[in-house]
């Protein structure tokens, strides 16, 4: 009786940690392991940190890692899209729960058929550009989707439009808890629209917007796969212009049969991960510690 | 007063119509017929046509596709859950030594990017003959679903006051009967967010599906998609009359279960 | 090659009779070390097509199609001047870049071998003489023949600007002429890409090829071996055309079940007449995707010069040979099989 009150915890955590061990502890393991190895197939040698040397020298690592930094710039024009929406819909206007319906739409789409209907759109003698040019706005029909200067910003709108959609929601969730006898007082004081918002609400919102963001930085450093992976063909292109670093680690297992260096860009990943989410940890402790 | 309203409505119209246009497009496109498409890129159908519709319901591997996408959620889901339930009972509401630490470590694999794990369970699944089953990859699925369900539920399940425990014990209900009867039945909101959560992720999700099931007849919608647009890419019509049955299923759930679906999906994204 | 250098395909010399694996068309990529790992399925000539009713709206002659760079260029001219583009595709999605390498790279070369030697960086890129085709297709953008939405564009929608009469030559496969000729009622053409190379390789017809192959781990390699046998008896490879409408690979095939002529005289012209592989086969998967494809695209786009796409292909081969030590020696020695 004593033996099966002891053991019974783990026999409920037993399925929860095998699963767990499996895909994550052995993955995570292996990866690092692989990372100093010359792996063809399934294994290989052992060669310390010369897949690391390799990687670190290599001018098309850069660039994709580089282009995932280009794409955190989407993040202040997320936020500030995400805040006015959510605000408009605060205000809860007729209507206003059609609009809300309506603009969560974007991000109900899965990101392969967004990314198919739109680079269709985008298409040099595409839609968009058969309007400008009927607009007399020849000079903004860019080759979206071909030219390597602008492929990547291409990506960067897609990414913005769909993201967006998330932070109306987690803003006016927050917006909707949020006491409302603040901003009465402060629309007797004689506080118009812009100052409401400015003095009133946002300085309340301050944790989700920071949740927001770090969320958001995560996503375009490690999940933006989908995203370039339907819009630049399957290769990261035009040229190299949209190679990220998910896209360099699946083309390295996958096409160049170089598990090691996949591996290694794995880690590197990981390290980075994980340091930007116990930055997140750190700011909502301190939040929870200011109430919010 | 009436000015900045309407100024405000005119903002939020905008806002959806830009939310909507790819969607329009995707239709109104589908309708055209092929020759059509060539002069008329913008405007709407002059003559529509329902061939790619035909072509797509009747014709096509998308049901396939999505039959295949609906297993695995379906197994992935019912196993991490199941799996979940067990484990968060397990943290929430018994005494064990290490406890906090597993909590601890299971919770923040929820920052791991997937793509870390892909490079050696490729190799593993590679060795043991389990690329392109629906099995090796409903384990992967639910193994990363797992961090995120047993936080949930841990923390939901630790909100569950303390007598209905007492009670259940004096009652004489082992634990089996405690997480059966009286606390997943309380559960239920939760645990339908969860799964509204994991399913969606496994339905959306590329990246594994495009490793690790890789034969034509397993292929999952998202995969499918990539695929489909390879192959149709100089058959504009007929790759939007795809794209319209291939979002059909989430649209039409979002629109029935709009609530609990923006809850899932605010869930998951605080993933 | 890797397959077979990593393990994954048998022989099939002891399998498969002598006379049927050499009927089968297998090419020299099939070949490594005096084995044959590929029985030849069905070929895949690589040509240029061209819209014959374009070219006479231009003045040019519908049946005898550019020969030279020269006059290549005067019929991108002419075209041009009709208000038609000249040439080009699609290339978004990259492949027309590893077409172009298999058209023109391949004018700059005498041997096959010398192309392996290429790519593993035992010759160097930066040679004029082996970035050459990059700069005439810089040339080709500069002076304005290319299509405007090539970059953007994918393969197959710029070969039906072709056949819909929009563009006047692009790269094109051979297996898409049956359809395309139906289309246009016989009025697409094939042609040699237009010679500027002085390599022995230059103005030799393409036809690259896709086989057949048992695994290492064949359960049963003898019966896999009998099937490719049945397949290539002169019936079954009459149904396969019956069925695809493309042709079987093998000499077996009886070319006068083709029905289209201009198929059955670009059959005679590729298949049935001394041709060249398709070297881009020969790359590795490393270059493939960081030189080989990035290259054109970037050419055509106007980001690169000629000059510079050759630096670019010299230092992923380099980049190739440092991450891939292994497999350098396995490469010499197939310059070797490959420059018999």
């Not at chain 1, 974007?106 to 967004?114: D, M, N």
């Not at chain 2, 995707?26 to 072509?55: D, R």
């Not at chain 2, 959306?204 to 495009?210: E, S, W």
């Not at chain 2, 979002?254 to 923006?262: G, P, S």
Request: proline content about 5%; aromatic content about 12%; overall charge neutral.
């Amino acid at each position: 009786m004593m033996l099966s009150r002891k053991l019974t915890p783990y026999l409920y955590l037993a399925p929860m940690l095998a699963l767990l061990t499996f895909v994550f502890g052995f993955s995570i393991l292996r990866v690092f392991e692989f990372s100093f190895k010359m792996v063809r197939g399934i294994d290989g040698p052992w060669i310390g940190l010369r897949n690391y040397r390799l990687v670190l020298s290599q001018p098309l690592f850069w660039e994709s890692v580089k282009h995932n930094l280009i794409l955190l710039l989407a993040i202040p024009a997320m936020v500030a899209i995400a805040l006015l929406l959510s605000l408009l819909l605060y205000d809860r206007l007729r209507g206003w729960k059609i609009y809300r319906t309506i603009l969560f739409f974007p991000y109900i789409l899965a990101i392969p058929i967004i990314a198919v209907v739109m680079k269709q759109m985008f298409q040099f003698s595409g839609p968009v550009n058969e309007v400008l040019r009927w607009l007399s706005l020849d000079f903004m029909a860019l080759d979206w989707i071909g030219s390597t200067d602008v492929a990547l910003w291409t990506v960067m709108m897609l990414i913005i439009w769909r993201e967006s959609a998330l932070g109306v929601i987690l803003f006016l969730s927050r917006l909707l808890s949020l006491d409302e006898s603040m901003v009465e007082a402060a629309r007797l004081d004689g506080a118009n629209w812009w100052q409401r918002a400015w003095h009133v609400l946002i300085p309340q919102m301050r944790g989700v917007i920071e949740f927001y963001v770090v969320i958001s930085v995560i996503t375009m450093l490690s999940s933006v796969f989908a995203y370039v992976y339907m819009m630049g063909g399957g290769r990261g292109g035009p040229g190299t212009s949209t190679m990220i670093t998910e896209l360099y680690i699946y083309n390295a297992l996958t096409r160049t049969s170089l598990p090691g260096i996949a591996s290694a860009v794995s880690v590197m990943l990981f390290v980075v991960s994980l340091a930007l989410i116990y930055l997140l940890f750190v700011i909502r402790r301190r939040d929870h510690g200011d109430g919010a | 007063m009436k000015a900045s309203h309407s100024f405000k409505q005119a903002v939020l119209i905008l806002a959806c119509i830009v939310a909507l246009l790819p969607s329009m497009f995707m239709i109104l496109t589908a309708l055209k017929s092929q020759e059509e498409y060539t002069f008329n890129k913008v405007g709407l159908p002059g003559a529509p046509v329902g061939e790619h519709f035909q072509a797509i319901l009747f014709d096509s591997p998308f049901f396939l596709w999505m039959l295949n996408s609906a297993i695995l959620a379906f197994g992935a889901v019912v196993l991490g859950t199941l799996v979940s339930c067990t484990g968060a009972y397990a943290i929430a509401r018994m005494e064990f030594r290490g406890r906090d630490t597993i909590f601890a470590i299971s919770t923040s694999l929820m920052a791991v990017p997937p793509v870390v794990m892909i490079v050696p369970l490729f190799v593993l699944y590679t060795q043991l003959g389990l690329i392109s089953t629906f099995s090796g990859a409903i384990v992967i699925y639910a193994g990363l679903i797992t961090p995120f369900s047993v936080y949930l539920l841990t923390t939901f399940f630790r909100t569950l006051p303390q007598e209905l425990f007492d009670a259940a014990v004096i009652d004489g209900c082992n634990h089996n009967q405690i997480l059966c009867h009286v606390v997943l039945p309380l559960s239920v909101p939760a645990l339908l967010t969860l799964v509204v959560v994991n399913a969606l992720f496994v339905w959306n999700d590329l990246l594994v599906a495009v490793i690790f099931l890789q034969e034509d007849g397993k292929r999952t919608l998202m995969a499918g998609i990539s695929v489909f647009q390879g192959r149709y890419n100089n058959q504009i019509p007929l790759s939007m009359a795809g794209m319209v049955v291939a979002s059909a299923p989430m649209v039409i759930l979002y629109i029935t279960f709009q609530r609990y679906f923006i809850r899932g999906l605010m869930a998951g994204a605080i993933k | 090659m890797e397959s077979v250098w990593f393990g994954y395909l048998k022989p099939l010399n002891g399998l498969l009779s002598e006379d049927t694996l050499r009927a089968s068309n297998p090419t020299v990529l099939s070949n490594f070390g005096g084995n044959t790992y590929r029985a030849g399925w069905y070929p895949l000539p690589m040509v240029w097509c061209y819209n014959k009713d374009l070219f006479d709206k231009a003045g040019l002659d519908a049946d005898a199609p550019p020969k030279t760079w020269a006059e290549l260029l005067e019929a991108c001219d002419k075209l041009k001047t009709v208000g038609i583009e000249p040439l080009g595709g699609g290339m978004q999605d990259g492949y027309w870049a590893e077409w172009y390498m298999s058209h023109a790279f391949v004018q700059t070369l005498d041997t096959v071998g010398e192309a392996v030697e290429l790519f593993i960086g035992d010759k160097d890129f930066n040679d004029p003489r082996y970035y050459e085709h990059w700069v005439r297709l810089e040339e080709l953008r500069t002076l304005g023949f290319l299509n405007k939405d090539m970059p953007s564009l994918e393969l197959y929608p710029g070969i039906d600007l072709v056949v819909a009469g929009k563009l006047g030559m692009g790269q094109s496969i051979g297996s898409r002429l049956p359809a395309d000729s139906k289309a246009t009622n016989g009025r697409i053409g094939s042609m040699v890409m237009p010679v500027f190379g002085k390599g022995q390789l230059a103005g030799k017809p393409i036809v690259d090829t896709q086989g057949l192959g048992i695994a290492e781990g064949s359960a049963n390699p003898e019966a896999a071996a009998a099937f490719i046998e049945y397949l290539n008896t002169p019936e079954r490879l009459g149904a396969f055309h019956k069925a695809t409408g493309w042709l079987p690979s093998s000499s077996r095939f009886d070319a006068e079940l083709i029905e289209d002529a201009s198929v059955k005289s670009m059959w005679k012209a590729w298949g049935q007449s001394p041709n060249i592989t398709n070297v881009t086969n020969l790359m590795p998967g490393q270059f493939y995707e960081q030189a080989a494809i990035p290259t054109g695209q970037q050419v055509v786009q106007g980001t690169l010069t000629g000059e510079q796409a050759g630096e670019l292909a010299a230092r992923v081969a380099q980049e190739w040979r440092d991450f891939n030590p292994d497999l350098v020696e396995k490469y010499q020695e197939w310059v070797v099989d490959l420059s018999k």
